[in-house]
């Protein structure tokens, strides 16, 4: 799931030494149904929150997607709240995890704006134009954008957590395509006196079509939904993941099945906790012995637990709880 990084081996280095990180990541909300996908980054950053015991920050982009989406203000900074929603059902501890709206947060806080601010006084536009292909008809809001999503990494943004220091350290998990933003962040980060992040980088989950495309939240057959029901679980795999098995059973169990292009495969890789399980089921289905309907029931079984049971958590998550963790507050460590 996670398939390279940037200087995480600095991080734990001085982890081990009594160093202290924070992590950040974030999420776009663009669309009130996030998809299973999703929720990778996010359960990688759990997984390691849970791990080293450090502070988190999450920067819901609200602005972005007002500036590059057909979205208002108002609906953008609801989206955002929505999909507050479902990060927080994945079990985050409000004491160590501060969620923000650009759109809210920025304008209260003083510490974050200087921090993008001396972003944006080093990076030229023709910088910007090289990383993200902005041209002479970009509008203002995206060419300054990347100093916003930069601004998280740097710990002064954050005075009410880290106390006014600018030197703690950031590890950011998130997936491939946020790379150039963070390409950008660690080179300005010297000429700040900053710290540069570390970057761990996670794979899409493909679409259920095939290995070449990335899940997408605006394409109903190609995503599976944190809202899906059983049923509808069910229906997509059965009848849209991708098979690596053969025409006829006769076939399937004479050549067996390609794991390196079934999609069920690769889910499962993702979702089976169980290794050896996984493993198994590798063996028997490239030697013929399992079938594409077997596989498949494996992972919808699976699937259906994780969607169902977050869906559960969800409820749960109150207006109040969404509150509680968008406060600028600071979290339980002291620095
Ligand atoms: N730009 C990201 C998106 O569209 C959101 C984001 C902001 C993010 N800061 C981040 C993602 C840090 C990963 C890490 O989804």
Redesign the pocket.
């Known amino acids: 799931m996670i398939f390279s990084h940037r200087d995480v081996n600095l991080i734990l280095d001085a982890y081990e030494k009594g160093k202290p990180f924070f992590l ?5 909300p ?1 669309s009130e149904a996030m998809h299973v996908g999703h929720l990778i ?1 996010f359960m990688i950053t759990k997984w390691l929150q849970d791990i080293f015991d450090v502070p988190l920050v ?4 609200d602005d ?2 007002f500036l590059w989406k057909d979205l208002s203000a108002e609906e953008a900074r609801r989206l955002a709240n929505e999909n507050a929603k479902d990060i927080i059902a994945l079990g985050f501890d409000v004491d160590k995890t501060f969620i923000f709206s650009d759109m809210d947060y920025i304008g209260s806080s003083p510490d974050f704006y200087r921090t993008m601010l001396k972003v944006q006084k080093c990076v030229t536009f023709n910088q910007v134009k090289g990383i993200f292909g902005f041209g002479d008809s970009t509008c203002i809001g995206k060419i300054s954008f990347p100093s916003i ?1 930069a601004a ?1 990494s740097f710990s002064s943004s954050f005075p009410q957590i880290f106390g006014g220091r600018k030197d703690i350290q950031c590890l ?4 491939i ?2 790379d150039p ?2 390409r950008m962040t660690r080179d300005v980060a010297p000429r700040l006196g900053f710290p540069k992040p570390a970057l761990l980088h996670t794979t899409f989950l493909p679409a259920l079509q095939g290995a070449m495309t990335k899940m997408s939240a605006s394409d109903a057959v190609s995503s599976l939904y944190l809202t899906d029901t059983n049923a509808q679980i069910k229906k997509k795999i059965n009848k849209y993941a991708f098979s690596g098995g053969q025409a006829t059973v006769e076939e399937h169990r004479r050549l067996g099945g390609n794991v390196d292009v079934d999609v069920s495969y690769m889910y499962l890789t993702f979702f089976m906790e169980d290794d050896d399980k996984l493993k198994q089921i590798r063996e028997d289905y490239s030697s013929g012995k399992m079938l594409t309907g077997e596989l498949k029931k494996e992972l919808i079984g699976i699937l259906q637990k994780v969607v169902s049971e977050h869906i559960e958590r969800r409820k749960q998550v109150t207006d109040e709880t969404v509150k509680e963790f968008m406060t600028p507050r600071k979290l339980k460590y002291n620095y």
């Not at 999450?58 to 982009?61: D, G, H, P, S």
């Not at 950011?172 to 997936?175: F, L, M, R, S």
Request: neutral net charge; aromatic residues 14%; hydrophobic residues 20%.
């Open positions: 950040y990541t974030g999420r776009g663009s980054p999450i920067q819901l982009t972005e997607k999503q998280p950011i998990p998130c997936a395509d946020q933003y963070f």
